[in-house]
């Protein structure tokens, strides 16, 4: 209905003449949206795929009884809820397709080599676990990739539509490369070719169970997972997550922040005393339309997390000030012009490329 159905709509609003030109070879633009029609409804087969396991995982029915107000967890998605479900099915392009490996790459790999200079020693060892907090984990990769480096990883993620896709591709696909997404297929700017448009991608090019089966076969190591759902300032600011991680990974994260003072007091509550931070990601500032502005009064006394009224847009060098005001020693900072640039779930074959250059840097919590 949002994408071909109005586009039908749209082409028959041509004149005549024209729209049957369009119609016909080379162009074929109906038969073109009967080919987008077919790659909708294979996506459609991963989000049925992860609404089923997440309905059994809060042990719902996929059918429920109208006469049950348990079990009524059927609603209305708004144009939101939308966005959201087809963004998070364009992020398996990037976590977990091999076309999306050279956006992790640059993302990801850095924060790797991160913790094995960091921690290389302590990689696999029961004794002197290396506990790693991921906030804003989105599909799993980084966890997933942290654990398979030797290390335990927790994520956090706030979305249950990331939580729930997340849970699908880590603990419920059966095997490498099992299920066809079309990444693109929304997309009609732009475009060199039809074939473009219509890229199909296989996912998991990795996959969590088999990568652990043979870790435990090879003897190698391959840390603890785990995935809390929850607000990452009400969560890691709770005493129970005092000092317990050694360290602390934020990709394309901070920015989500309508106020960054919350984060930083929480990712320096939750470290341990010398445990580090490492941020690899860009400044672009989720809140900036004012979204999270609010008229009415702050209540000092009471956290409410990523809900909290105000907002704020820092550069940089005010970012640096204050990680290091509020209890931080910047150890590295990777100069903007050594910067590599990603994109994000970017299909590199596009006319526009809208491009990144995320800051890469380590800080260290400092002793009071």
Same mark, same amino acid.
């Given at each position: 209905?949002?994408?071909?159905?109005?586009?039908?709509?749209?082409?028959?609003?041509?004149?005549?003449?024209?729209?049957?030109?369009?119609?016909?070879?080379?162009?074929?633009?109906?038969?073109?949206?009967?080919?987008?029609?077919?790659?909708?409804?294979?996506?459609?087969?991963?989000?049925?795929?992860?609404?089923?396991?997440?309905?059994?995982?809060?042990?719902?029915?996929?059918?429920?009884?109208?006469?049950?107000?348990? $079990?009524?967890?059927?609603?209305?998605?708004?144009?939101?809820?939308?966005?959201?479900?087809?963004?998070?099915?364009?992020?398996?392009?990037?976590?977990?397709?091999?076309?999306?490996?050279?956006?992790?790459?640059?993302?990801?790999?850095?924060?790797?080599?991160?913790?094995?200079? &960091?921690?290389?020693?302590?990689?696999?060892?029961?004794?002197?676990?290396?506990?790693?907090?991921?906030?804003?984990?989105?599909?799993?990769? =980084?966890?997933?990739?942290?654990?398979?480096?030797?290390?335990?990883?927790?994520?956090?993620?706030?979305?249950?539509? $990331? =939580?729930?896709?997340?849970?699908?591709?880590?603990?419920?696909?059966?095997?490498?490369?099992?299920?066809? =997404?079309?990444?693109?297929?929304?997309?009609?700017?732009?475009?060199?070719?039809?074939?473009?448009?219509?890229?199909?991608?296989?996912?998991?090019?990795?996959?969590?169970?088999?990568?652990?089966?043979?870790?435990?076969?090879?003897?190698?190591?391959?840390?603890?997972?785990?995935?809390?759902?929850?607000?990452?300032?009400? *969560?890691?600011?709770?005493?129970?997550?005092?000092?317990?991680?050694?360290?602390?990974?934020?990709?394309?994260?901070?920015?989500?922040?309508?106020? *960054?003072?919350?984060?930083?007091?929480?990712?320096?509550?939750? =470290?341990?005393?010398?445990?580090?931070?490492?941020?690899?990601?860009?400044? *672009?500032?989720?809140?900036?339309?004012?979204?999270?502005?609010?008229?009415?009064?702050?209540?000092?006394?009471?956290?409410?997390?990523?809900?909290?009224?105000?907002?704020?847009?820092?550069?940089?060098? &005010?970012?640096? +000030?204050?990680?290091?005001?509020?209890?931080?020693?910047?150890?590295?900072? $990777?100069?903007?012009?050594?910067?590599?640039? +990603?994109?994000?779930?970017?299909?590199?074959?596009?006319?526009?490329?809208?491009?990144?250059?995320?800051?890469?840097?380590?800080?260290?919590?400092?002793?009071?």
């Amino acid at each position: 209905m949002n994408t071909t159905h109005r586009r039908r709509q749209a082409f028959y609003a041509l004149p005549s003449a024209h729209w049957q030109m369009l119609a016909e070879p080379p162009f074929s633009i109906l038969e073109n949206f009967n080919r987008v029609d077919d790659a909708i409804d294979v996506n459609a087969e991963i989000a049925d795929a992860i609404l089923a396991t997440g309905l059994s995982s809060f042990g719902l029915a996929a059918n429920p009884d109208p006469e049950d107000p348990r $079990q009524n967890w059927h609603g209305t998605a708004n144009s939101s809820d939308v966005n959201k479900a087809h963004s998070t099915l364009r992020q398996f392009y990037r976590d977990w397709s091999a076309e999306g490996k050279a956006e992790r790459e640059v993302c990801y790999d850095p924060v790797l080599r991160d913790l094995r200079d &960091e921690f290389g020693q302590r990689a696999g060892s029961e004794e002197e676990e290396v506990r790693v907090l991921v906030p804003g984990a989105g599909l799993g990769r =980084l966890v997933f990739e942290i654990c398979k480096a030797g290390f335990a990883a927790e994520g956090n993620e706030i979305s249950y539509h $990331q =939580l729930l896709a997340s849970s699908w591709i880590l603990n419920h696909t059966l095997g490498p490369q099992q299920h066809a =997404l079309y990444p693109h297929a929304l997309h009609f700017s732009n475009l060199l070719s039809r074939d473009q448009q219509l890229q199909k991608v296989m996912i998991p090019d990795a996959h969590p169970g088999t990568a652990m089966m043979e870790a435990q076969a090879n003897a190698t190591p391959f840390g603890r997972m785990s995935m809390s759902a929850a607000d990452f300032t009400v *969560l890691y600011r709770n005493p129970s997550n005092e000092g317990v991680f050694d360290a602390v990974a934020t990709v394309f994260f901070i920015d989500t922040a309508p106020n *960054l003072i919350r984060y930083i007091e929480a990712i320096r509550h939750c =470290l341990k005393p010398n445990g580090i931070w490492i941020n690899v990601g860009p400044l *672009l500032w989720h809140f900036e339309d004012g979204s999270n502005r609010s008229h009415g009064g702050n209540n000092e006394e009471h956290d409410q997390g990523i809900g909290e009224p105000g907002n704020v847009e820092l550069t940089e060098a &005010e970012v640096f +000030c204050l990680v290091e005001r509020m209890g931080f020693a910047i150890e590295k900072r $990777q100069p903007a012009h050594e910067r590599p640039l +990603c994109g994000y779930i970017q299909d590199p074959d596009s006319m526009l490329l809208p491009l990144y250059r995320p800051s890469h840097w380590i800080a260290r919590k400092q002793n009071a």
